[in-house]
Every structure is written in C-alpha cells, then in structure tokens.
C-alpha cells in the first residue's frame, strides 16, 4: 500500500512523459489552455522566494478559467474555508480528474467564482474567474498537472498547444564556484586548476504583465570540451521521502538546482591545465534556441 | 349493608395502596440541565493587543447594557451578573481563550475579560498560548503571545497554522510543511509528493492528507509514523483526516466514488486499519471530523448529518444536523458532545449525549458563530458578542 520506490516511479514517470510528449507532439494537443489568450508569469521549474513553481502560471485580471479538458472535479475548497483551519496558499482551487490518470490543479481563482457544485464537466466548461487568491504575486490562474500513475508533477507545455513565442532563452553568465568564491566567465578568463562547480544564469523572456520571477527554460545543456557534461529538461518533478526532485532522467533535489545567486547549479568537475571550452545551450518551450561559447584558461 | 361495607373496605383498601406506592415507591424527579447565562460581552470595538486587560471594565459595563444573552429552550432564565461573580471557579481564569469571528480575531477569559479585539487583515493563526497574523506574500511573520509580546520570529513564505499545541507553516506550493520550534526555526520540513489537503494534529502526531490519496503522519520529531493510501475508490484524495488525543488513532475520510470512513490505530509500532466503511457521501470538499477530547468518539460529516463514532463499540449514530468546523467538543468531562450547527443567520447549539439523546437544541440568531467548551462551561460567539453559559443541573 506505499508507494512505489523512487527509481522505479522514476522510471514510469519518465515513460508517461515519452507519451505525454508524443501526444503533445501531433496534430492537436491532449488539453487546451485554461486561460487564454495564455501570457506566461511563471513556467515549470521557475523559482520564487524558496519555492518552485511546478506548473505555469498564467497572468489576466480578465476572462474565464475553463477546463482544459473534460474531466470530473475531484476537490475544490474556497480560500479560508477549510474546516481544519488549513491555509491554503494555492487560494481558492480546483482538482480536476482529466484523461490518462492526470489530475490538473487551478488555483488561485477568484474567491467566490469558484465552481464548487459542478462535477462533471467538459473541455472549455468555466471553473471560476482568474485571481489573486492565496500566496500569488498577480492575477491568473496557476495550472498545475499532476500524473497520478507515476504520481509526479508534468510540465503543462508538454501537454497544452504550442504557445506563440518566438523569443530565446537568454543566457546571462556562466559562473565557477569554489570554497565559497564564485567567478563569472567573462569577468575571469583564467582559473587555477582544481574542482569547480559550473553554474548558469538563465531565463526565458515572459510577455507578461507580471511574472512570478524570471522564467525557466525548458532546456539546458552543458558541455565541457565537446562532451555533454549534464543536459536539464524541466519534464517532471516527484516527491519522495520527504524530498522534491526536478527531471525524469537524472532528477536534482529543488533545493540543490539553484545556487544562492539564483544560478541553475549544473555539475561540479575537475578543471585541468589548459584551454577549457564551455558550452552552454538553452531552449524554450516553444522550440527557441540559444547557446553560449565559454573559453577559460586554466592555469 | 353487608354489600356497602366490603365496597368501603375495597376503597380504603385502593386508597391505602395508592398512599403505600406514593411514599415508598415515588423517585424524585430527574434533574433537569440547565445552560445557564453568566455573562456577554461585547466585541465589536477594536482593542489593540498593547493594552491586555485594559477593556475588561469597559466589557462589564457593555455586558450590563446589553443583558440579551440567547435564550435556551429548557434554560432558566437569570439576569446577568454585571461581573464574572458567577464565574466558574474550577476554570483558571487567567488563562486566554482564543476566537475569531468573522474578520475579528482575539483572546478573552473565562471570567470575561477581553484582552483584545483586533481586525484579520488577511490571515491569522490562532491558539491559546500565541497567535500569528500574515498577508498573502508572507515572507515571515512574528508569533506573539495573547499580550501582543513577541515570541519568536519566522522568516520563511507561507502560511502559519496551530494545532495541538504545535505550530506548523505550509509553503506556498501548499505542498511543503515546516514544524517550527519555539524560537521560530524550523524543526523539521517535509515536501509532500502531492498538495495537502486535510490536515489535524494531536500533541504527539500531525496528520495530513494529500491529494494523491496517500494519509503522513509525523511524531513530534518529524519521523514519519504513518504513510499509508486506504486506495479502494475510483478517484483517489482524502477529504478530511482527525487524530485521536492521545495519537494512536487516525480517522480519514478518502476517495470519491465511492467515499470510505477509514480509521487506523497504531499497534505496537504501525498503523493497522481498525475499521473502515463505505459512506453514502461522495463529497468534492474538505469535510469536518474530529476526535473528542477524551479520544472516545469521532464526529465527521455526513449527508445524514454528523456521524458519530463510537471507539470502544466500533458502533456509528448519527445526530442529524448539518456539520460545522470544530467539532469534536465535550462537555461534562466528556458526557455530551457540543456542535453548532446551521447555515446562514440561523444557527443551533445542539448537546447530545451518548449515543444521540439530544439533551439541548438552541436556536440562536448570528450570522458568524463559534462555539468554545470548557469543563461545564460552553462560550459562544455570536456575530459581535460573545456570551459565557453554565450547565447546570437543576
């Protein structure tokens, strides 16, 4: 009656995804936004004030909150209502059962809007209005997808349309860290030899009228002299003894994927004399690409 | 002749049984429980909580003013006393009572003095020892005690909520759930693989219920005591969850279609299900259940009304009133079970006894209400009052 081990879970998650992705990937999407037209304030995997956002949240002050597909609503509960005296931070909210053992979480809907007495209900059937309910920066929605069967949060891009965005990642810098010293690539160009821990400011561009903070990527990939030294994809995230890991393949804790400077901390290595070339290459959601050339001397 | 005097003896006879049944079988007339009113007072004037104690003079005299304390329908009705001379003196007076009604919160005591009244600006977390006030963005908070003095400082987001003489933050993912210590740090974190959504606490287990369907319980050193998923349901999800006093029973009410009453209790050193039933309910909410304070019994909703449950017998009645929050109250050291119950403007106060005699139904007037016990004692708030009554056997 526990639940599965992580690496197993993992692994089912990790097969979910690949179906997730392929339906994602053909002629229609499996859901449709909840919140349209969707402008972006957070996407999977963004980090705000100690917390991760494991969904995207969509900013409006105006339009309807609709279901992304047809389902059932398992759990709905209006902000300051629960009888336990739980807070909720997600505001006022709605679980949805939708196909394929995905439940999709809406939050922070405008109190009072919220469609408690509906249970059936089909793609595009309103389930309140956006808000600000509960522990938000602005007016939306946050639509979250959780897979029951690997019991892991999904990336909504993976199973919502393509959104229109024709704006890269940006890369900002490229960082070393040692013994609590951090060098930026660019402000160095040459390092001792010695063990270094390599990490990169990212973000996607958000158009948006607010953002929870700057957006993640959908992709991140390093490579040191050629080789590919670690590859992020903000797929999935799982829960499991208490801890929250990012990635399906080779999963991060939350808590050890940023670094205090707010950098993706990406792989420590073993930095040799000579010339190092590092490479960064980031993509979006949507497709858009960017990549980075780093040259470092190591002395 | 003859006749009339065997009908004389007859009567005297009738007459002298009746006389002989009366003196030695008579039994005196069962006492009847009485709630009754000890003070009100009023709380609708907002008193800071820099100035502890300072309305309780103001209060009697408000009290006076307005002596309409609600009327019972098998009370004695008494003029209020303009001080707390009645005031029940096996209660600690001293000692804060917490209460929000509507978006007043504050504390008061037993012997009716007011500490003070604040207005919620967005959240506030309430117990008798501290309470918390937060905005939506809460990035840290001070708790402070029922003086307003400041105990101890959080700087972490979220939302403070107090429980059993615990005091608990939830992450604005509504999915991490941090014990804090006494002075504020945290104690222990956990990251729940799905979002909370019910949750109760004893002194020596907290409890949560997620939306994956899966009941955490953790010890008072963040050990987890209890990860189980009662499953059985076509949509799993727990709607409500209760843990007994003393910790070694949890109550859950999961899953939806269909919707089952599960109740665990702890066995040597695991939880092993004790009980469990299908319900006739098939709710999409939060539900209210809670153990009395003795741990004898679980109230939980239901569509009958409030379903009792019965821990020694395993036997289940149902006292059919709508359910409300914060369940689960005694009086009489644990005699009757106390529910206000009601929608809207019309409210009940209703007190059973074992397993569902109704030994008080009360009709009261208020929009927002809470009902607090103590010993024989019951406090009521009722919209901008709130009123102390005594049961008492007459």
Redesign the interface.
Known sequence: ???APPARAFRASGFLLVLAIVASSGPAAAMDWPLAPPRLAATFGTF???????GVELASEEGVVRSSEDG??????EE?E?????????GSFA?V?HQRGM?A?YSHLAPGTLA?RV?KIKAGDPLGRPG?S????GSGVLFQV?D?RA???VNPLLVLPPNADDKPPAIRSLALSRSGKTYVLGDVSSLPQGTYRVSVDVVDPADSPWIVAPLAPYVIRLAIDGFEATKYVFDVA???E???ALFALSPVE?TALKTPEGRYSLVERLFSRGRVVIEVRVEDAAGNKRSASYTLLVE | MEEIGRKRVAMAGVVVAGLAYFLVCAVPLQKELLLVPAWSRDISPVIPSGMAGASAEGAAQSAASKPAAPKAANAVPVALPAAASQANTSLATASPLPFRLGDRFGYFTADGSILFVETVSYGVALAPDVFATYDSLSEGFAIRSPSGAEVSRVSAPGYPFFAAGRRFLIGPDQATVTELAGNGSAAWTYQFPSIVTAFDASPSLAVFGLMDGTIVGFNRSGAVALDFAPGGSRIAGVYGVAASPDGLLVAAITGADKQRLVILEKRSTAYRVAYHRYLASDYRRPVSMAFTEDGQRLAYESPAGIGIYDRATHGESVVPVPATPRMGQTARGGELMVFLSGKGDQKRLICTAAPDRRVVDLSLNAKRAFVLTKGNTLFLGLDDRIVRMDLEER
């Open positions: 009656m526990r639940r705000a004030k100690g917390r991760v956002v494991l059932e609503v398992a759990f709905a509960v300051g629960h009888p336990a005296g739980l807070p909720t931070p997600l679980v059962e439940a979480v408690t249970r600000s509960g522990w938000v920066e959780f029951r019991g892991s949060w799982k829960g499991s208490g801890k929250l939350t």
